[in-house]
Structure formats: structure tokens, C-alpha cells
């Protein structure tokens, strides 16, 4: 199975407010980082409440008889570099994958105990230095009563690392922690319920499942994946093909953010490419982007209706997108809706009929007012209406577009 489109969307999870802009070390938001899937060791969560030491993801999974479950556990270790101005700290990708094969989801399940070494290197005046790490991934399964061949997934993280002693400031416990701890779960011979919209005999299943520090959602077509997340996403999600790349700050906007990177001033910016690799990489991409890549990311327009005319000739200056001739299959002042049976278009006269359920109370004193059209209109899902003022209106100067009326909210005269 090919992973890689899930891992597009984990890697914008695992570096999800590694820095944050302005980028720079001396930032203070960039003084208490990593709060996204912070797995903390036993002994530092057992004195500070907030954190915690286990996550577990809870899922319902169909299957054919014989399934075969893959976890792979993805997170970051803490990577202390220090120099002659200060440290600062960064991070190494790890990845441990368990297998569950249907005699263990069947039976008693399978745990996966596992450690990451520490180290220290060293280049010119410069030392990174990483803690070791222990801990254990489980992965069991209950069946679904009924008729139907269903599992309750249930996967546990757990971080088992050895303080000796605990540390008493948040920063220095991190070292032992796994940031950003996420879960890649796949079947085989099955596939996977959705947590959001499960079909109704599965639901006091889906009710039952217990999440802590994640959340489950499909993740492939075929929903044979689930991603289990400290962010919270939705069903297939996806990255916006806009994007260049990633800029790791919480809830990121392309555009605001790269604009605010380029107005940063020279010094800053030396400032952020000497905070991290990352940041220096980020500097050289958005310092980079054509006037191309800079439209992209002011925002796509993707319009259910066909394009309209010929491409123009070339060389001739394309319309913007806020002008209204951007556009020349909309027309307000010439398009027109069938109601009874009969096109109204501008100029059209109706009797206004407003639904019960109205947005704007003040309509409902216009039931049974003559109006007269004036402009046909589209909403963002391409339903039509009516865009009108009062036929017999006494001041000429005030007969504008007095309300908006669905086409079953008129009557034609």
C-alpha cells in the first residue's frame, strides 16, 4: 500500500508549531514550543497533571474474516543544540511499527516495547545532544457484538522512559519526551469506519471507543488507513496543492504568513536562518516564489460552471479575478430562472411569498408585496436567487435591491 499521500498530511502534523513565526530563537512564543502529541515520560506526568504519558486511539474496522492490522508510531525526539550564544532545540524523525496479525487481534493482542538511543555530537563549537527514549506501543482488539464481523481497534502508546529524577521545568523534561506522537494504523482484509458518520449498526460501537491525545479519521480512499492525530482533522483530509511547502506555524495561512516572512528585515532574517535549518530552508523558499506561486496562494476559485468564450489572444492582460467580467457565464442583469413554468429574468414582476424560515425576519412584512426583479443571482453551491425591490415603491431614487428571495419564495405575475 502506498503510504505516501498519508504521510504528506502526518509530516504537516509531526512539524505542526515546531517554530513559529517571526521564526527567530528569541521570539517569545518560540520559547515554549512543542504542544502538539507531547508524550511526556511517567515521572514527569505523574507530577505535573497537564501531561500525560499515554495516548490511545479507538476505532471500528470491518473485515472478511482473517484481518491483519500495521501501526506505525511516528514522532519526534528533542535534539538539544548547543553553542557559544545559547541552545535551541531541534528534532529527529523517529518511527516504530508494530504488526498484528489475526490471531493477535483475535487473541490477546500484541505489544511492541521499544527504545531510542541517545547521543552527543559535536562540530566545531557546536553540540547536539539527544536523551534516550523507552516505550510501547499495544495493539489489541474486542469484536463487535452482533452479525455483522466487526472490530473495536484499540492502539496505546505509552512512553516508558526512565527519568531517575524528574526534572522540575517543563523544557528540561521534554528531552525524554515523544513530540508530536501520531499513529498510521492499516488493514488488510478490511477496512476501516468512519468516527464522524459510521453507518447506524456501528454506531454504539463508535460511541464506545475511548480517544486520549488522538483522534482517528479516514485517511485513503479505500479506508483501509486511519490517521490517529493530536490535531484534530477530518475524513480524508488533504494538503492544499496551493502550498509550496510547509510554514510550521499552528493553523498556518500561506499567504499571510509568507508576506509577513518577506517584510521581515534583514536582520531578523539573519536572525531566523541562524535559529534553525528549517527556518533558513523556509527563508530561501518564500524569498524565492514567482509572481506565479504568490497569485496561487492569494486563493483558488474552483466555479461549477463552464468557462465561457475563447482563451484570449496572446499577450493581452488577463481580467482580475474581482472584476465582474472575470467571469462571463454570470450575468445578473441577463440570466434568468424557470419558476411555474415561466422564465423570470430582470424586470420580471413577482409576488413575494417568504419561506417560514427565514434569516431576515424584517422579510416576512413583505409577504404579498409586488416586487420587481432585478437581478438574478447565484450562491457558492450554484442555487439561484432573486435579487428585488418593491414595484410600488413611491420615491424612484429608493427602488434598489430591497431582499434576496429563493425562486420558491415568488410567485410570477
Given at each position: 500500500?502506498n503510504l505516501d499521500?498519508?504521510?504528506?498530511?502526518?509530516?504537516a502534523?509531526l512539524?505542526?508549531?515546531?517554530?513559529l513565526y517571526?521564526?527567530?530563537?528569541?521570539a517569545q512564543?518560540?520559547r515554549s514550543r512543542?504542544?502538539?502529541?507531547?508524550?511526556?515520560?511517567?515521572?514527569?506526568a505523574?507530577?505535573?497533571p497537564s501531561?500525560?504519558s499515554v495516548?490511545r486511539a479507538e476505532?471500528?474496522?470491518?473485515h472478511g474474516?482473517?484481518?491483519a492490522?500495521?501501526v506505525?508510531?511516528?514522532?519526534l525526539?528533542?535534539?538539544r543544540?548547543t553553542t557559544?550564544?545559547?541552545?535551541w532545540?531541534e528534532?529527529?524523525e523517529?518511527e516504530?511499527?508494530?504488526a498484528?496479525d489475526?490471531?493477535?487481534?483475535?487473541?490477546?493482542?500484541?505489544t511492541?516495547?521499544?527504545t531510542?538511543e541517545g547521543g552527543?555530537?559535536r562540530?566545531?563549537?557546536?553540540?547536539?545532544?539527544?536523551?534516550?527514549?523507552?516505550g510501547a506501543?499495544?495493539?489489541?482488539a474486542?469484536?463487535?457484538?452482533?452479525?455483522?464481523?466487526?472490530?473495536?481497534?484499540?492502539?496505546q502508546?505509552?512512553?516508558?522512559?526512565?527519568?531517575?529524577?524528574v526534572p522540575?521545568?517543563?523544557?528540561?523534561a521534554?528531552p525524554s519526551?515523544l513530540?508530536?506522537?501520531?499513529?498510521?494504523?492499516t488493514?488488510?482484509?478490511?477496512?476501516?469506519?468512519s468516527?464522524?458518520?459510521?453507518?447506524?449498526?456501528a454506531?454504539p460501537?463508535?460511541?464506545g471507543?475511548?480517544n486520549e491525545?488522538g483522534w482517528?479519521?479516514?485517511?485513503d480512499?479505500g479506508?483501509r488507513?486511519v490517521?490517529?492525530s493530536?490535531?484534530?482533522?477530518?475524513?480524508?483530509?488533504e494538503?492544499?496543492e496551493e502550498?509550496?511547502?510547509e510554514l510550521?506555524?499552528?493553523?498556518?495561512?500561506?499567504e499571510?504568513?509568507?508576506?509577513?516572512t518577506?517584510?521581515l528585515s534583514?536582520?531578523?532574517k539573519a536572525e531566523a536562518?541562524?535559529?534553525?535549518p528549517?527556518a533558513a530552508?523556509l527563508?530561501?523558499?518564500v524569498e524565492?516564489?514567482?509572481?506565479?506561486a504568490?497569485?496561487?496562494?492569494?486563493?483558488?476559485?474552483?466555479?461549477?460552471r463552464p468557462?465561457?468564450g475563447?482563451?484570449k489572444?496572446?499577450?493581452e492582460r488577463?481580467?482580475?479575478?474581482?472584476d465582474?467580467?472575470a467571469?462571463?457565464?454570470?450575468?445578473?442583469d441577463?440570466d434568468?430562472?424557470?419558476i411555474g413554468?415561466?422564465?423570470?429574468?430582470?424586470?420580471?414582476?413577482?409576488?413575494?411569498?417568504p419561506?417560514a424560515r427565514?434569516?431576515?425576519?424584517?422579510?416576512?412584512?413583505?409577504a404579498?408585496?409586488?416586487?420587481?426583479?432585478?437581478?438574478?443571482?447565484?450562491?457558492?453551491?450554484?442555487?439561484?436567487y432573486?435579487?428585488?425591490?418593491l414595484?410600488?415603491?413611491p420615491?424612484?431614487?429608493?427602488?434598489?435591491?430591497h431582499?434576496?428571495?429563493m425562486p420558491?419564495?415568488?410567485e410570477?405575475?
Amino acid at each position: 500500500m502506498n503510504l505516501d499521500p498519508v504521510r504528506n498530511i502526518a509530516d504537516a502534523v509531526l512539524y505542526e508549531g515546531y517554530i513559529l513565526y517571526p521564526y527567530r530563537a528569541s521570539a517569545q512564543k518560540n520559547r515554549s514550543r512543542w504542544q502538539f502529541g507531547v508524550v511526556m515520560a511517567p515521572g514527569y506526568a505523574a507530577a505535573d497533571p497537564s501531561e500525560t504519558s499515554v495516548t490511545r486511539a479507538e476505532c471500528v474496522l470491518e473485515h472478511g474474516g482473517q484481518p491483519a492490522v500495521r501501526v506505525l508510531l511516528r514522532f519526534l525526539q528533542v535534539q538539544r543544540r548547543t553553542t557559544d550564544g545559547g541552545s535551541w532545540d531541534e528534532a529527529v524523525e523517529r518511527e516504530v511499527e508494530v504488526a498484528a496479525d489475526a490471531a493477535a487481534l483475535f487473541g490477546d493482542g500484541v505489544t511492541r516495547e521499544f527504545t531510542v538511543e541517545g547521543g552527543e555530537d559535536r562540530e566545531q563549537n557546536v553540540v547536539r545532544c539527544r536523551e534516550p527514549l523507552a516505550g510501547a506501543v499495544t495493539v489489541r482488539a474486542a469484536e463487535v457484538p452482533g452479525p455483522w464481523r466487526a472490530l473495536k481497534l484499540h492502539v496505546q502508546v505509552e512512553n516508558r522512559t526512565d527519568l531517575g529524577s524528574v526534572p522540575r521545568r517543563r523544557e528540561d523534561a521534554l528531552p525524554s519526551a515523544l513530540v508530536a506522537a501520531h499513529t498510521i494504523i492499516t488493514v488488510d482484509g478490511g477496512k476501516f469506519l468512519s468516527m464522524t458518520d459510521p453507518p447506524e449498526w456501528a454506531q454504539p460501537a463508535v460511541t464506545g471507543c475511548r480517544n486520549e491525545g488522538g483522534w482517528p479519521v479516514l485517511a485513503d480512499p479505500g479506508d483501509r488507513v486511519v490517521l490517529s492525530s493530536p490535531i484534530i482533522l477530518y475524513d480524508h483530509p488533504e494538503l492544499a496543492e496551493e502550498s509550496p511547502g510547509e510554514l510550521y506555524d499552528g493553523t498556518e495561512i500561506d499567504e499571510i504568513l509568507t508576506l509577513r516572512t518577506l517584510a521581515l528585515s534583514d536582520g531578523e532574517k539573519a536572525e531566523a536562518r541562524a535559529t534553525d535549518p528549517r527556518a533558513a530552508a523556509l527563508l530561501d523558499r518564500v524569498e524565492s516564489m514567482d509572481p506565479q506561486a504568490m497569485a496561487r496562494l492569494h486563493g483558488t476559485i474552483r466555479s461549477p460552471r463552464p468557462a465561457a468564450g475563447q482563451e484570449k489572444p496572446p499577450g493581452e492582460r488577463p481580467v482580475p479575478w474581482w472584476d465582474p467580467d472575470a467571469d462571463a457565464a454570470v450575468s445578473p442583469d441577463t440570466d434568468s430562472v424557470a419558476i411555474g413554468g415561466r422564465p423570470i429574468a430582470r424586470g420580471s414582476l413577482v409576488r413575494l411569498r417568504p419561506g417560514a424560515r427565514r434569516a431576515d425576519a424584517q422579510d416576512m412584512f413583505l409577504a404579498g408585496r409586488l416586487a420587481e426583479v432585478q437581478a438574478v443571482l447565484h450562491d457558492v453551491e450554484d442555487h439561484p436567487y432573486l435579487a428585488v425591490s418593491l414595484a410600488d415603491q413611491p420615491d424612484q431614487d429608493l427602488q434598489i435591491a430591497h431582499g434576496h428571495f429563493m425562486p420558491d419564495e415568488v410567485e410570477p405575475q
